[in-house]
């Protein structure tokens, strides 16, 4: 059954915004302060197009590819257990900052892969797959997570001020704990439905 609450939570999940406040602040923090919100505004409606393509879309790519919701669902929920276990051990960050200082980022790493990575589009196209009777109700959930991760990024400076950096570090692993739970569940209803259907 369709709940929008949990698929805001999922979405919110993914795009982790706490865990990409520090790589947005050391991005942004080469800009112009005039022009930062305006760089970080149209760098997350790119991403929030991006993100209503695949969402869309995705559906008949995966019929293109005769997929069925039962492989999609495994996956899905192999991949965010992957994605949720980054979150809890990180590994090395690879460095984002080979843009010339104070050289405006466009698409890359902003929007993508940092907000609308490869797990999130994964997501969406699984998501419209498993529910295409609630298309709507998928895209409103997505709008309000993107309004919620824009909200968070755009007050980097004041969450990293409140929290700190390993204040920022313990809320992600957080998020990763329970992400493991929710790609757990995924892995298992695409088990049950591929044994009983």
């Known amino acids: 059954m369709y709940n929008i609450l949990s698929q805001i939570i999922l979405l919110l999940l993914i795009m982790d915004p706490l865990g990409n406040l520090p790589v947005f602040v050391s991005i ?73 200082d104070n050289e405006e980022p466009f698409l890359v790493p902003l929007a993508v892969p940092l907000v609308s990575g490869p797990s999130l589009l994964a997501t969406l196209m699984l998501l419209s797959h498993k529910y295409p009777q609630f298309l709507t109700s998928l895209s409103i959930s997505l709008f309000i997570a993107w309004i919620i991760t824009t909200g968070i990024l755009s007050l980097s400076g004041f969450f990293l001020t409140v929290f700190g950096k390993k204040g920022i570090d313990t809320l992600e692993k957080l998020m990763g704990l329970i992400l493991i739970m929710l790609s757990v569940q995924m892995f298992l209803d695409g088990i049950h439905a591929w044994l009983f259907n």
């Open 28 to 100: 942004l923090k080469k800009i112009n302060p005039k022009r930062r919100n305006i760089v970080l505004i149209r760098e997350m409606i790119i991403a929030l197009f991006i993100m209503f393509l695949f969402l869309l879309f995705g559906k008949n790519l995966l019929n293109i590819f005769h997929v069925t919701t039962e492989s999609v669902s495994i996956s899905g929920g192999i991949i965010l257990f992957l994605i949720a276990l980054r979150m809890i051990f990180p590994s090395p960050e690879i460095s984002l900052n080979s843009e010339k």
